[in-house]
């Protein structure tokens, strides 16, 4: 079941970037007419292979990079217009992104304690003596204990898995209501990749968090988000809950990729979702399905315009023309 109302909504998200020269420009098309909600307590599952336009999407929702077209619908709000300083300042203290790699996200000259001070500070959520506690707290929350310990050492000094904790407890800091986690656990060793996931529900279910988990393996996507959407070269061509779309997958493509999953017996460990042919250049996509040069039931029409999407039932849709009744 879904929670009434989303936290977070994208409404026809669009972002196209511009590289090259002023002869030779081209415009890739990173992400296309996405429309998609997060809802809090919920973990939304981002999926695709590497290049198909997932950190655009979060980057775009933490107003990191300014959409080409679309809305985002912040508590039912539409924030794009939004360009202030403070009113940036409060939209990125409530909507936090937590990265891939955690030594780059921390600052090698900084204890830990200055990593948790410093977000209390800017936006004034503890002062004094309250400042220590709550950076206390924050070291409990992420099970970082005794928080003394933890406190006055530098990134270095710890392993990947503690500074991914300390990345998640800095997001905490400013009390968001979203987070987006692109890769978190794809650069740490598959031993403690269980614990951060784990760590996330726990902050799903008892902060009431939304989290966006950007990831290319299904299978971890399957075992924490309760929904997963399926990204095709910039488009999100499939979306449903987690359980029931990765058993009983409709889109060719999110069928292929399935396919391409060696072993689920092999749980967490990394599964690279390559598939065979190749995946389409985001700057030569026309106007059709992008996945239709692999499609193995490509119709002419697929080539022409992208299919809109299809209801399946309250929670499930695909953007394939082989269930579109038009
Ligand atoms: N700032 C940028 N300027 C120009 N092109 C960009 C920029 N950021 C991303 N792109 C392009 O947009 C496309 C999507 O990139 P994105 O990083 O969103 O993919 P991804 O799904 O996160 O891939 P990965 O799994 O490798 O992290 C790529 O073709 C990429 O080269
Ligand atoms: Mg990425």
Known sequence: MIAAKPIL???????????????????????QDASFQLYPGKVTALV???????????RLLARLYEPTAGQIIYAGRDTVEDKGRSKLLKYRSEVQMIFQDPFSSLNPVHSISYHLKRPLQIHRKAQGRQMTEKVHDLLHTVALTPPADYTPKY?????????????????????????LADEP???????????????????????????LYVTHDLASARYFAD???????????????????????QHPYT??????????????RTQETEIAGEVPSLSEVGEGCPFAARCPHV???????????TRLSETRWVRCYLFDEA
């Open 155 to 179: 990134p270095h000094q710890l392993s990947g898995g503690q500074r991914q904790r300390v990345a998640i407890a800095r997001a905490l800091a400013v009390e968001p209501k979203v987070i």
């Open 185 to 211: 656990i794809s650069m740490l060793d598959v031993s403690i990749r269980m614990g951060i996931l784990n760590l996330m529900a726990k902050l799903r279910d008892e902060q009431n968090l939304a989290f």
């Open 48 to 58: 695709g292979e590497s290049g198909s336009g997932k950190s655009t999407t979060a």
């Open 9 to 31: 909504e994208a409404q026809g998200l669009t972002k196209h970037f511009r590289t090259g020269g002023a002869v030779s420009q081209r415009v890739v098309k990173a992400l």
């Open 299 to 309: 119709m002419s029409r697929c080539r022409e315009a992208m299919p809109p999407v």
């Open 255 to 268: 069928q292929l990729l399935l396919s391409a999953v060696p072993d689920p017996a092999r749980g967490l």
């Open 227 to 249: 929904e997963t959407m399926v990204m095709y070269a910039g488009h999100i061509v499939e979306s449903g809950g987690s359980e029931e779309l990765t058993q009983d997958p």
